[in-house]
Nanobody
Framework: VQLQASGGGLVQAGGSLRLSCAAPGINFRTTAMAWYLQAPGNQRDLVARIGSTGSIDYGDSAEGRFTISRHITNNTVTLQMDSLKPEDTAVYYC????????????????WGQGTLVTVSS
């Protein structure tokens, strides 16, 4: 499984970016897709997840500002990020196969290479 993330870049606070993850060979109807972020020195945290049924969950920092979508026709998952803040600066990773465990989600075994998002103040 090869996930290819793209769309990162430099943006001013308040701006928007759209990340895309190409997921060839992944069946979205059976596999959950997610975006994680990792800031320097920190662990990877969940940004947004879309389950195999289409159910969506957001991390606390993303709620109300980010939107995850899946596009079955071309096997991509996008993350629309609006109202960006400097604290959103991180490397964003696409993930496939995450599962729910009690009240949290465990990341799946497949990762994209990450795309850097930098938000300037």
């Amino acid at each position: 499984v090869q996930l290819q993330a793209s769309g990162g870049g430099l943006v001013q606070a308040g701006g928007s970016l759209r990340l895309s993850c190409a997921a060839p060979g992944i069946n979205f109807r059976t596999t959950a897709m997610a975006w994680y972020l990792q800031a320097p020195g920190n662990q990877r945290d969940l940004v947004a997840r879309i389950g195999s049924t289409g159910s969506i969950d957001y991390g606390d920092s993303a709620e109300g500002r980010f939107t995850i979508s899946r596009h079955i026709t071309n096997n991509t998952v996008t993350l629309q990020m609006d109202s960006l803040k400097p604290e959103d600066t991180a490397v964003y990773y696409c993930n496939a196969g995450s599962r729910r465990q009690a009240r949290r989600f465990i990341a799946g075994p497949y990762w994209g290479q990450g795309t850097l998002v930098t938000v300037s103040s």
